[in-house]
């Protein structure tokens, strides 16, 4: 369910956001990034995701966020749950009159990169980087990046 803008900046004001990032790696064990064009950290690397819809379940919002994102439909058990995470920004996706909260729940899955048709609504440009590359990217998103943190961060005390 799509709300308005005006309904949809009230939400993002006062409550955090539920979200799907996904960790997709090829067969060499790099990790697709896409350059992003939206706020929040627009123009920074970021690994593909999105919003879970209100009333929708987790089966369906991967799926259609796994079409949406990489061009392919994949079923919820295709991935891996990655544990849970908390993003924080200073901006929204309007402007910087008011911050964006996330829970994310991450997912790794493994693709064959001549499956995917990588759109260009949410990124204008895509990489593969290895978990180190990653890591030693200056404009790689400090929450993309905590993924790949030999101790992975969850942002969440006991995960």
Same mark, same amino acid.
């Given at each position: 369910? @799509? !709300?308005?803008? #005006?309904d949809? *900046?009230? !939400?993002v004001?006062?409550?955090?956001?539920i979200s799907i990032?996904?960790?997709?790696e090829n067969a %060499?064990?790099?990790f697709?990034?896409?350059?992003r064009?939206?706020?929040? *950290?627009?123009?920074c690397?970021f /690994?593909?995701g999105?919003?879970v819809?209100?009333?929708e +379940?987790?089966?369906?919002?991967? #799926? +259609?966020?796994?079409l949406?994102?990489?061009g392919l %439909?994949?079923?919820?058990p295709s991935? #891996? @749950?990655?544990? !849970?995470?908390?993003? $924080?920004?200073?901006d929204?996706f309007?402007?910087?009159? $008011?911050?964006?909260h996330?829970?994310v729940l991450?997912f790794?899955?493994r693709?064959?990169?001549?499956?995917?048709q990588l759109?260009? /609504? &949410?990124h204008d *440009?895509? %990489?593969?980087l290895?978990?180190q590359a990653v890591?030693?990217?200056?404009?790689?998103?400090?929450?993309s990046? *905590?993924? @790949?943190?030999?101790q %992975? &961060?969850s942002? !969440?005390p006991?995960?």
């Open positions: 369910m @799509f !709300v308005r803008h #005006e949809f *900046a009230t !939400v004001r006062c409550t955090p956001l990032d996904l960790l997709v %060499r064990g790099e697709l990034l896409g350059k064009l939206n706020r929040p *950290a627009q123009g690397w /690994v593909p999105g919003r819809q209100k009333d +379940r987790l089966e369906g919002a991967f #799926e +259609r966020l796994t949406a994102e990489l %439909r994949l079923p919820l991935a #891996e @749950f990655y544990g !849970v995470w908390q993003h $924080f920004y200073d929204n309007s402007g910087e009159d $008011f911050s964006t996330y829970i991450g790794r899955l693709v064959s990169e001549n499956d995917l759109p260009d /609504v &949410q *440009a895509y %990489r593969w290895t978990p890591l030693d990217s200056d404009n790689v998103h400090d929450n990046r *905590a993924y @790949f943190l030999p %992975r &961060q942002g !969440v006991g995960l």
